[in-house]
């Protein structure tokens, strides 16, 4: 281990987090099964996929043995069957999509692409899992598991084929290209299917057995839209197509496959039924990509996060060492010892990348948690429903309106009966799922590649090379990628302007605004007082911009008008990050004490978790701020500019001047005005020219939480301070 500052401060960071510690924090220290998983795929990580990256396996987008000899490393290990129950071949029972989130953070420790080749076999199972029928789930699942050792047989591969070549399915999923018909029924047998689909992008094209193919009905024998499986050996044509030839994850295999398979009808995704002739899938593709992403985008957003975190210790090395070996660098000396940490800003940016990294990593992680609750909940919502007779269509939607309002009742406390109900408990876990998972994956994705720049950039031009310890050049590059796909950021924007404005997920919000209040109260240290002012900004924003309209007299929060709707889910997505970063720092706080290991080192941990809880809490409230005064004050028509200039920025005495002008100009400089209006032509109007309602309390609500970052900039000194002191291992543990 090597310290650049040997002397240590009690209260400060001694070494970078192990996994005692992001056990604690991520919530699976009681599961050793997990631990186990993490222990095997990092084994993966930092052995066959670091070297392959390291001896330049990037170099290519071909699909080449090198990388297809990772399959069976997945195999061996573990990654393949993460996503199998028991009974299928795999070895964890329940709900598996913190296990998931866990495997593609260590994969994408080291290489994304390797991470998303593992897990696009169980995208392509995913369809199959969600809403395939028991004999389409045992028979896919059971092929794709690894063999056991008394077993001869080569585990399937898959592929999720939705996106298609342009100007069909991209980020609008329903404009379907691919088509099917029925091309043979005869009386009493199964209809055979004619199935044409070409798709784009498309990943484990290289190498998959089967694929599960989004297809629209070309035939008035069958309605709809539905998802089919396809497999290599089908008659017809299966043609892997060209490799695409990408910039990025060079460790996955990537192609645009065209399709003309004639399958049976059986391979409908979820079964059918027929109905005056007629067949009738039972779910929609729009329905299975629903059910699919909403849980496989978790993982896409904790991959850029495992990027993040793994840029530390790099960076931190790479930075002590930047002058070491000189001749005026004598060992001892300040220049010798640190280096470029010498530096404010070089560990003060490494403390923002830092804690980005741990807020992402505390919202992926939660996402992947919440899920896990909620799978079990939504079998058992589904079969109360059934056993009402109610299974789809507007009945459904009818019954779930009514638990939702129960749900926000019980929430207000007046229904305390419903606190065991499965569907209350259902609907209030469900809005809170919807809302995670776009977040998770806009933010984690995005933010994240933004700030992976960062990392890169701290390491001068070493950063843009091959050479770079860590990868970090490629896993700039790759971070675009996770942003991409799987829907890109402006899919998770609009959906996420959707399931934010829920009443039962508003409802929970402002539970949770009180809940900060409180923690601020015991531990401000956190920054949770910046935090819950600026919850109760964007709050106040939604609440204003809902009503509100434009200069011109539009409607301001509506879906086409993504000017508005699209920054207010940003901004939300920051507010979540922080809390959750906030609430895994005081479960460390509580539980570390438990462990004897960690006991030494938890003081000077939490001390340093905290002021990075508390810097990522100022830049929360500071992009929330801007995000709000923006679309607050920015849909509005200045009363002074088509006069004399921007007056609400004139002192106030030479405001009296202007109030002869345009009366009211004055108070609403001064922030007490909540609507003038005016035409510009200096004589008040009547019609809806200049509006602007709430101002005062939003001006005092934007000056509250600016006071409200008081000590922000000390957390990040501290925190930048302990960074030249942390104890690092002398070399990387996986190769460069
Ligand atoms: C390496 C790689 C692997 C992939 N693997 C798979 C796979 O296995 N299976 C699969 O099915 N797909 C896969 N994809 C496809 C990927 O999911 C799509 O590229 C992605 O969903 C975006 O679709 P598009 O490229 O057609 O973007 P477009 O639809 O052309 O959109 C381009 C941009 O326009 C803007 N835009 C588009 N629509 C809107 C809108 N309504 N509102 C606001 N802005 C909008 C957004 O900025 C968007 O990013 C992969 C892609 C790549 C690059």
């Not at 905290?610 to 100022?618: G, Y």
């Not at 004139?650 to 009211?664: F, K, R, V």
């Given at each position: ?293 909403r ?68 919202l992926?992680?939660?996402a ?36 939702s ?25 469900d809005s809170v799922a919807n809302v995670l998972c776009p977040a998770c994956k806009l933010w ?47 899919v998770q924007r609009r959906q996420l302007s959707v399931t934010m404005t829920d009443e039962l997920f508003l409802a929970q919000f402002r539970?949770w605004i ?20 600026a919850m109760?900004m964007w709050l106040w924003t939604l609440n204003h911009l809902q ?10 929060y509506q879906g086409?008008r993504q000017?508005v709707t699209f920054p207010l889910a940003d901004a939300l997505c920051w507010l979540l990050a922080?809390r ?44 929330t701020?801007?995000i709000c005064?923006?679309l ?105």
């Amino acid at each position: 281990m090597s310290s650049a500052v040997t002397e240590s401060k009690s209260d400060t960071l001694r070494a970078l987090p192990g996994d005692d510690v992001r056990q604690i924090l991520w919530r699976f220290a009681d599961r050793y099964d997990l631990q186990m998983l993490v222990q095997s795929v990092r084994g993966v990580a930092r052995g066959p996929v670091a070297r392959l990256v390291a001896q330049g396996g990037r170099n290519t987008h071909e699909w080449t043995p090198d990388k297809n000899a990772l399959l069976q490393a997945f195999d061996e290990s573990g990654i393949t069957a993460v996503f199998m129950n028991p009974s299928q071949g795999g070895f964890i029972d329940g709900p598996k999509n913190l296990a998931l989130a866990l495997t593609a953070f260590e994969l994408a420790w080291v290489d994304a692409g390797a991470a998303t080749g593992s897990l696009a076999g169980c995208l392509a199972l995913s369809p199959i899992h969600e809403r395939g029928t028991p004999q389409q789930r045992d028979y896919y699942m059971s092929r794709c598991a690894p063999a056991q050792p008394c077993e001869e047989r080569k585990p399937w591969r898959g592929a999720f084929c939705l996106t298609e070549p342009i100007p069909y399915v991209g980020v609008e999923t329903g404009m379907l290209g691919g088509k099917v018909r029925v091309a043979e029924w005869n009386e009493g047998q199964e209809p055979l299917l004619q199935v044409e689909k070409r798709g784009r992008f498309i990943t484990n094209m290289g190498f998959a057995n089967f694929v599960t193919a989004a297809v629209e009905s070309d035939d008035p024998r069958l309605k709809g839209t539905c998802m089919v499986v396809l497999e290599a050996t089908d008659p017809g044509i299966f043609d892997r197509g060209t490799p695409t030839r990408k910039l990025v994850h060079q460790l996955s295999s990537t192609r645009d496959p065209i399709f003309s398979l004639r399958v049976p009808a059986s391979r409908i995704i979820g079964g059918y039924s027929v109905k005056d002739g007629v067949i009738v899938p039972r779910y929609s593709h729009g329905e299975i990509i629903e059910a699919v992403f909403r849980r496989t985008r978790v993982t896409v957003g904790i991959m850029t996060t495992a990027k993040l975190l793994s840029a530390i210790e790099p960076v931190i090395r790479y930075h002590r060492s930047r002058f070491r070996g000189g001749s005026i660098a004598t060992p001892g000396s300040p220049r010798y010892e640190l280096g470029l940490q010498l530096k404010q800003d070089v560990v003060h940016r490494l403390v923002d990348v830092w804690a980005t990294g741990e807020a992402s990593a505390s919202l992926g992680f939660e996402a992947a948690r919440v899920f896990d609750q909620l799978d079990p909940l939504e079998k058992q919502k589904a079969a109360i429903l059934e056993g009402r007779g109610i299974t789809g269509g507007s009945a459904l939607m009818k019954a779930m309106r009514q638990v939702s309002k129960d749900a926000v009742e019980f929430l207000h406390g007046k229904r305390p009966e419903l606190s065991g109900d499965v569907l209350v408990q259902y609907a209030l876990l469900d809005s809170v799922a919807n809302v995670l998972c776009p977040a998770c994956k806009l933010w984690n994705t995005g933010q994240g590649g933004r700030m992976m720049r960062e990392a890169v950039s701290l390491m001068g031009g070493y950063g843009i090379t091959e050479d770079c310890p860590g990868f970090l050049g490629h896993k700039w590059m790759d971070a675009q990628l996770e942003a991409t796909y799987e829907g890109p950021e402006a899919v998770q924007r609009r959906q996420l302007s959707v399931t934010m404005t829920d009443e039962l997920f508003l409802a929970q919000f402002r539970n949770w605004i009180r809940e900060m209040r409180l923690i601020a109260n015991d531990r401000p240290g956190t920054g949770a007082c910046a935090l819950a002012t600026a919850m109760q900004m964007w709050l106040w924003t939604l609440n204003h911009l809902q009503k509100a309209t434009d200069a011109d007299g539009s409607k301001l929060y509506q879906g086409s008008r993504q000017g508005v709707t699209f920054p207010l889910a940003d901004a939300l997505c920051w507010l979540l990050a922080a809390r959750c970063q906030i609430l895994d720092l005081l479960e460390l706080e509580r539980k570390g004490p438990e462990n004897p290991t960690l006991a030494e080192g938890l003081p000077g941990l939490v001390a340093f978790l905290s002021d990075l809880c508390h810097v990522h809490s100022a830049h929360a409230a500071g992009e929330t701020g801007r995000i709000c005064a923006e679309l607050v004050f920015g849909y509005n028509r200045h009363p002074a500019w088509d006069t004399e200039g921007c007056a609400a920025c004139y002192q106030a005495d030479e405001l009296e001047p202007m109030e002869a002008l345009i009366p009211g100009i004055a108070a609403l400089a001064r922030g007490y005005a909540d609507v003038i209006e005016h035409d510009g032509s200096h004589e008040p109007k009547a019609g809806p020219c200049v509006r602007f309602t709430g101002l005062d309390q939003f001006t005092r609500l934007r000056a509250r939480m600016d006071g409200c970052l008081t000590g922000s900039g000390l957390a990040k000194d501290r925190a930048a301070e302990a960074l030249t002191r942390v104890m690092i291992p002398e070399a990387l543990d996986y190769p460069a």
